[in-house]
């Protein structure tokens, strides 16, 4: 049965994710805030990463249920967070917070256009919930969850007033490396040097994904040098899209 609604005076939180409900990034978060919070957990049943804001229209989801605060679903970061916000899965719970990680790797400046993990964040935004996304890098492909989800415990109505009311709060900071604090930054830019190989198959035609080099720049206080330099960086970026216009420029369109 959905969880019933209790009156607490403890946060109430949504975890959720992009690596999937098994993904030790996200048993990690739920460790450190069981004491203080009422969390609830919604993520997918399996691996979701870099599908953005994909969302499932067309067919209904299922559910797996641990216990009546926990569900895997077999849909994408978004939908979680859509069922969890508009349905009645858990009951009455009005949600204070929504938090998609701890991701397995960083998801800086262009990456958070592609991340399942910033989407997430994002969906809770523009439903008026704060939204923070918390992701982890690493150089030697060796995870430890434990520091960063401590900091999300430690500092948890901090980054909850970053994200309101319209802005998602980007988190990333790198495990193998001791942390000099924490630090508000900017976003970065990540130009992907991608490579695609077209290959026949047995007379098919694949496009295989090659991956490549990314080159990474920004401006000053941008959140890739200081997690380089041993900080937290905090990000706050805008959930809805934001539109250009140079009033300079006539609108000398043929029709």
Do not use: W
């Not at 609830?40 to 559910?63: E, G, K, T, W």
């Not at 993990?117 to 434990?146: C, F, H, M, W």
């Not at 080099?213 to 937290?232: F, Q, R, S």
Request: glycine residues 6%; negative net charge.
């Amino acid at each position: 049965m959905p969880a019933e609604f209790i009156l607490s005076d403890k946060l109430r939180v949504l975890l959720t994710n992009d690596d999937g409900i098994d993904s030790p990034g996200i048993k990690a978060l739920q460790e450190a805030l069981k004491d203080r919070c009422d969390v609830y957990v919604l993520a997918p049943d399996s691996n979701r990463s870099a599908v953005s804001s994909h969302i499932v229209m067309n067919q209904p989801l299922s559910f797996k249920q641990y216990d009546s605060k926990t569900y895997a679903c077999s849909g994408y970061p978004a939908d979680c967070v859509i069922i969890a916000l508009r349905s009645n899965l858990f009951g009455n719970v009005n949600f204070d917070a929504v938090i998609s990680g701890i991701n397995k790797g960083p998801n800086m400046g262009t990456d958070c256009v592609y991340s399942g993990t910033v989407a997430a964040a994002r969906q809770a935004v523009l439903y008026g919930v704060p939204g923070i996304a918390l992701s982890l890098k690493s150089k030697n492909d060796e995870y430890d969850y434990t520091e960063l989800a401590a900091f999300a415990e430690k500092n948890l109505e901090r980054l909850i007033s970053l994200s309101i009311p319209n802005l998602i709060v980007s988190v990333n900071a790198q495990c193998d490396k001791k942390s000099c604090g924490a630090c508000l930054t900017t976003l970065c830019i990540r130009d992907y040097r991608d490579k695609v190989e077209i290959q026949n198959k047995n007379g098919v035609l694949q496009a295989v994904f090659c991956g490549g080099k990314i080159k990474t720049m920004g401006p000053e206080l941008n959140e890739y040098d200081a997690v380089k330099n041993g900080y937290i960086a905090v990000t706050r970026l805008y959930a809805e899209p934001v539109g250009y216009l140079d009033r300079d420029i006539k609108a000398d369109f043929e029709l």
